[in-house]
């Protein structure tokens, strides 16, 4: 009887409990179905709610309270989780389901963080066979902008790394996260805020940097004291950012039919000769007449169309060309071509710089039964005959703090593991200052998600642009020291990607290396093993007559050469004087030896110091030497 009455107590004690939740609660984006929450921490749930009401959390076991504060928000923190899922997260008579107990990771940077695996990123197309894996999810916050920190992001929801919807990932976040998720056997949550050529000060405080020296300074301030101004300068320009998407995201199918067709008189167009010219501004039409003999077994050859395209046939739309992607050759159906006259016409839009170009030189041809028929030449064009031009945007986003108001102050109340980060190309020119730019935004963020120093690991700028053997005024090289130097700030980790970028394209097609070798770095800096993480790394220095004896550390196994069988990418100088190349050749397991120049007594050395520069030596992970510089007398 006593038993009984004591079941029955505490039936009708949850039963009043239950009824003190009822009220309504308003979340953020962040929490849905899917989604990830970080292991081994305290984990915050947040939201608004009428002042006063009571709230309660409960996810795998654990249950949690609170009450809503007069301001209408809330936050309660649930304990610490083990990995694991999928549970269901309640927070009063809301739902959220499939949701892991696992690592989170913030992926920031520019468009080499933002670039997704189906944009020709190698060996993407075995990883859609591979089908995903339903343990990895992505949050993709959208690009956004704002004069006043936002309490929730713009957008976005958890989606799960299947064949489908891993195509529109950050390859580097998921080839690392694939490696987080198969080496500690943990769900992996992404959550991408990145944004394509954006400077780092744009995701730093601009009331920190208004209190700072540099480039960005007034800027900064402008933003700071004249706040409600910007508010409405940017509410202006997000109009016309809609207004300019709205119309270029899918051209209306009569105008579009009516100025690709055969019949369309463009006599008022004016006459272009591709590739050489590039006039074409707002969504540009040009047309490209052209004759055929048959029609059987004929292929269009336009690979470089800069940056998104409709290509239309006779006025049939043959193929559309997405932000990233190259132009595929194209058999061309038999039906949709005539013997004789044809006519080609291209829809350009580029939303980054207004100024889209089609072709290059040798590069644009049909191949009609193995023979050639060129599209180079007299082509006709039109900047808004066919359709209007398109409104001004400013980049505002690149002003300072106004990326971080909208797409990294909401994310701060968000438990994680730390970030990753890839960036830099947008500074590059002004490179004395990055140092303290980037250390300054670690440490806005570190104290924005008071998570203590949590790991911040990022990637060094890889080699770009043309190969010089001597280039002692690199800005990229310069950025680079910079962001080395940045590593004395606790609990950081740096990529080094000199060996595998790419001459002709900012935007290396490999991504896998990028995002493994991150995880080397997380490894240790996050998860404390004792592994190597990074190339050789300068340690010092010696001299002797005329031989100097460079030291590394983080060798591993001993040095060794990628290819070749000297050690390429040395170059010393004196004082105030020119620099050229040296011979330099490996001592031992962890020096290299360089002979010097007859004449020098003193000077600097420097490796893999160029935009480009030509370099091949690696530890025994294959791992390139990261670039430096030092003085030697």
Same mark, same amino acid.
């Given at each position: 009887?006593?038993?009984?009455?004591?079941?029955?107590?505490?039936?009708?004690?949850?039963?009043?409990?239950?009824?003190?939740?009822?009220?309504?609660?308003?979340?953020?984006?962040?929490?849905?179905?899917?989604?990830?929450?970080?292991?081994?921490?305290?984990?915050?749930? @947040?939201?608004?709610?009428?002042?006063?009401?009571?709230?309660?959390?409960?996810?795998?076991?654990?249950?949690?309270?609170?009450?809503?504060?007069?301001?209408?928000?809330?936050?309660?923190?649930?304990?610490?989780?083990?990995?694991?899922?999928?549970?269901?997260?309640?927070?009063?008579?809301?739902?959220?389901?499939?949701?892991?107990?696992?690592?989170?990771?913030?992926?920031?940077?520019?468009?080499?963080?933002?670039?997704?695996?189906?944009?020709?990123?190698?060996?993407?197309?075995?990883?859609?066979?591979?089908?995903?894996?339903?343990? =990895?999810?992505?949050?993709?916050?959208?690009?956004?902008?704002?004069?006043?920190?936002?309490?929730?992001?713009?957008?976005?929801?958890?989606?799960?790394?299947?064949?489908?919807?891993?195509?529109?990932?950050?390859?580097?976040? @998921?080839?690392?996260?694939?490696?987080?998720?198969?080496?500690?056997?943990?769900?992996?949550?992404?959550?991408?805020?990145?944004?394509?050529?954006?400077?780092?000060?744009?995701?730093?405080?601009?009331?920190?940097?208004?209190?700072?020296?540099?480039?960005? *300074?007034?800027?900064?301030?402008?933003?700071?004291?004249?706040?409600?101004? @910007?508010?409405?300068?940017?509410?202006?320009?997000?109009?016309?950012?809609?207004?300019?998407?709205?119309?270029?995201?899918?051209?209306?199918?009569?105008?579009?039919?009516?100025?690709?067709?055969?019949?369309?008189?463009?006599?008022?167009?004016?006459?272009?000769?591709?590739?050489?010219?590039?006039?074409?501004?707002?969504?540009?039409?040009?047309?490209?007449?052209?004759?055929?003999?048959?029609?059987? *077994?004929?292929?269009?050859?336009?690979?470089?169309?800069?940056?998104?395209?409709?290509?239309?046939?006779?006025?049939?739309?043959?193929?559309?060309?997405?932000?990233?992607?190259?132009?595929?050759?194209?058999?061309?159906?038999?039906?949709?071509?005539?013997?004789?006259?044809?006519?080609?016409?291209?829809?350009?839009?580029?939303?980054?710089?207004?100024?889209?170009?089609?072709?290059?030189?040798?590069?644009?041809?049909?191949?009609?039964?193995?023979?050639?028929?060129?599209?180079?030449?007299? @082509?006709?064009?039109?900047?808004?005959?066919?359709?209007?031009?398109?409104?001004?945007?400013?980049?505002?986003?690149?002003?300072?703090?106004?990326?971080? *108001?909208?797409?990294?102050?909401?994310?701060?109340?968000?438990?994680?593991?730390?970030? =990753?980060?890839?960036?830099?190309?947008?500074?590059?020119?002004?490179?004395?200052?990055? *140092?303290?730019?980037?250390?300054?935004?670690?440490?806005?963020?570190?104290?924005?998600?008071?998570?203590?120093?949590?790991?911040?690991?990022?990637?060094?700028?890889?080699?770009?642009?043309?190969?010089?053997?001597?280039?002692?005024?690199?800005?990229?090289?310069?950025?680079?020291?910079?962001?080395?130097?940045?590593?004395?700030?606790?609990?950081?980790?740096?990529?080094?990607?000199?060996?595998?970028?790419?001459?002709?394209?900012?935007?290396?097609?490999?991504?896998?290396?990028?995002?493994?070798?991150?995880?080397?770095?997380?490894?240790?800096?996050?998860?404390?093993?004792?592994?190597?993480?990074?190339?050789?790394?300068?340690?010092? =220095?010696?001299?002797?007559?005329?031989?100097?004896?460079?030291?590394?550390?983080?060798?591993?196994?001993?040095?060794?050469?990628?290819?070749?069988?000297?050690?390429?990418?040395? =170059?010393?100088?004196?004082?105030?004087?020119?620099?050229?190349?040296?011979?330099?050749?490996?001592?031992?397991?962890?020096?290299?030896?360089?002979?010097?120049?007859?004449?020098?007594?003193?000077?600097?050395?420097?490796?893999?110091?160029?935009?480009?520069?030509?370099?091949?030596?690696?530890?025994?992970?294959?791992?390139?030497?990261?670039?430096?510089?030092?003085?030697?007398?």
């Amino acid at each position: 009887m006593k038993h009984i009455w004591k079941i029955f107590t505490l039936l009708i004690l949850f039963s009043c409990g239950s009824s003190k939740f009822e009220s309504q609660v308003t979340l953020p984006k962040l929490f849905g179905d899917g989604m990830v929450v970080q292991r081994d921490e305290a984990i915050s749930v @947040w939201g608004k709610g009428v002042p006063g009401e009571n709230v309660r959390v409960s996810l795998a076991g654990a249950v949690t309270s609170g009450t809503v504060n007069n301001d209408s928000t809330w936050v309660i923190k649930l304990p610490e989780l083990k990995a694991g899922g999928p549970h269901t997260l309640e927070i009063n008579q809301q739902k959220i389901n499939d949701v892991y107990v696992g690592d989170v990771w913030v992926a920031g940077g520019q468009s080499n963080m933002e670039w997704r695996l189906k944009s020709q990123v190698i060996g993407a197309e075995k990883e859609f066979a591979e089908g995903g894996d339903p343990q =990895i999810r992505f949050f993709k916050v959208p690009n956004s902008y704002s004069a006043e920190k936002l309490d929730d992001v713009v957008g976005g929801e958890w989606k799960v790394a299947d064949s489908v919807n891993m195509k529109d990932f950050s390859a580097v976040a @998921w080839f690392f996260a694939k490696r987080n998720n198969a080496e500690k056997k943990v769900p992996v949550g992404i959550i991408e805020s990145n944004w394509g050529g954006t400077p780092v000060e744009g995701w730093t405080n601009a009331e920190i940097l208004a209190e700072m020296e540099g480039s960005f *300074n007034e800027q900064a301030k402008d933003v700071v004291d004249n706040n409600e101004s @910007w508010v409405a300068k940017l509410d202006e320009n997000e109009k016309n950012r809609q207004l300019r998407d709205s119309l270029v995201s899918k051209p209306d199918s009569i105008a579009a039919a009516n100025a690709s067709a055969i019949t369309f008189d463009d006599s008022g167009w004016t006459k272009i000769s591709l590739p050489e010219s590039n006039p074409l501004q707002y969504i540009a039409w040009a047309r490209k007449k052209f004759s055929l003999t048959s029609t059987e *077994n004929v292929t269009l050859h336009l690979p470089y169309i800069d940056q998104m395209a409709y290509v239309y046939l006779n006025g049939k739309l043959l193929h559309y060309k997405d932000w990233g992607t190259t132009m595929p050759d194209i058999e061309i159906p038999a039906e949709l071509l005539n013997e004789g006259t044809n006519v080609l016409s291209v829809r350009a839009i580029n939303s980054w710089n207004n100024q889209p170009s089609i072709g290059e030189e040798g590069e644009m041809y049909l191949m009609e039964s193995g023979k050639q028929i060129s599209l180079e030449g007299t @082509w006709t064009y039109s900047n808004s005959a066919v359709e209007p031009t398109l409104p001004k945007v400013e980049y505002f986003n690149w002003m300072p703090g106004m990326m971080y *108001n909208a797409m990294i102050v909401p994310l701060t109340k968000y438990t994680i593991k730390g970030a =990753i980060w890839y960036q830099g190309e947008s500074n590059a020119g002004r490179h004395e200052e990055y *140092n303290e730019l980037f250390a300054t935004m670690i440490t806005n963020w570190r104290k924005d998600w008071g998570l203590g120093d949590f790991p911040f690991l990022f990637v060094q700028l890889a080699n770009f642009m043309e190969r010089k053997d001597v280039q002692p005024e690199s800005d990229w090289a310069f950025l680079r020291e910079a962001q080395k130097q940045t590593l004395e700030l606790p609990k950081t980790g740096m990529v080094t990607i000199i060996d595998i970028g790419e001459e002709g394209d900012i935007h290396p097609r490999n991504k896998k290396d990028v995002g493994e070798r991150l995880w080397l770095q997380a490894k240790k800096v996050a998860y404390g093993e004792n592994n190597l993480a990074s190339g050789p790394q300068f340690d010092s =220095i010696s001299k002797q007559d005329s031989v100097l004896l460079v030291k590394f550390k983080s060798v591993g196994e001993g040095l060794k050469l990628k290819e070749g069988e000297e050690v390429k990418g040395f =170059i010393v100088g004196k004082e105030g004087g020119e620099f050229e190349q040296v011979t330099a050749s490996i001592a031992d397991k962890e020096s290299v030896e360089i002979i010097l120049p007859e004449g020098f007594e003193a000077g600097e050395i420097r490796y893999a110091w160029a935009d480009n520069p030509e370099v091949n030596l690696v530890n025994n992970l294959n791992l390139p030497a990261e670039p430096f510089r030092a003085k030697f007398e």
